[in-house]
């Protein structure tokens, strides 16, 4: 028996017709994404500034009023408010986003006037379920109130955070937020 070999030949017309096809499969669906997109964005938008002003009177007891403020950019601090009751000024809320085991954690860190810690927040992350995320259980993140300085994580140490075990990175990188919240405090990063 004799074998064929069939002969492959390149249509142009039909080649440009599939593509033109391809294109406006894309162009259809790019459309849809974006009107899908401008509809959403301003729920995911408010959602965000909910979430963010919960934060906020979590890590900051006791005070009535948010205002945001300038301040000096720093390296993993993404937003700056100062919290009031009426008229005094109890400390920051300072917003900073270290870099976790599954990618950027955005935390709230109150500081107080003193530069002492008064509560830690976690707004969004990527850490792994079950592991990662034992580190911002409100249990863990409770040692850091009344803090300064910079902490460290360390096993055992009374003055130390104490790490998750199997969340040595979670743990860690929340704890770099805070750091970087307490410095940028320290330093004089509000303007």
């Given at each position: 028996m004799s074998e064929t070999k069939a002969k492959v030949q390149f249509d142009g017309k039909y080649i440009a017709k599939l593509a033109i096809t391809l294109l406006a499969i894309t162009a259809v669906a790019a459309l849809l994404l974006s009107v899908v997109y401008a509809q959403t964005k301003p729920?995911?938008?408010?959602?965000?500034?909910?979430?963010?002003?919960?934060?906020?009177?979590?890590?900051?007891?006791?005070?009535?009023?948010?205002?945001?403020?300038?301040?000096?950019?720093?390296?993993?601090?993404?937003?700056?408010?100062?919290?009031?009751?009426?008229?005094?000024?109890?400390?920051?809320?300072?917003?900073?986003?270290?870099?976790?085991?599954?990618?950027?954690i955005s935390m709230m860190v109150g500081v107080d006037t003193n530069?002492?810690?008064?509560?830690?927040?976690?707004?969004?992350?990527?850490?792994?379920?079950?592991?990662?995320?034992?580190?911002?259980?409100?249990?863990?993140?409770?040692?850091?109130?009344?803090?300064?300085?910079?902490?460290t994580v360390k096993t055992g140490a009374d003055t130390d955070i104490n790490h998750i075990s199997g969340a040595t990175v979670s743990s860690r990188a929340i704890t770099d937020g805070v750091n970087i919240a307490l410095a940028f405090i320290a330093e004089g990063g509000v303007n």
């Open positions: 729920v995911i938008d408010e959602l965000a500034e909910q979430t963010k002003r919960e934060s906020m009177a979590m890590v900051m007891a006791g005070a009535t009023e948010f205002t945001p403020v300038e301040y000096t950019e720093t390296e993993g601090v993404t937003d700056v408010n100062a919290a009031y009751n009426g008229t005094e000024l109890l400390g920051y809320c300072v917003q900073t986003a270290p870099s976790g085991f599954g990618g950027t530069g002492a810690v008064t509560g830690v927040s976690i707004l969004s992350h990527s850490e792994t379920a079950g592991l990662g995320t034992k580190a911002m259980t409100s249990e863990f993140l409770a040692q850091y109130t009344g803090r300064t300085g910079t902490i």
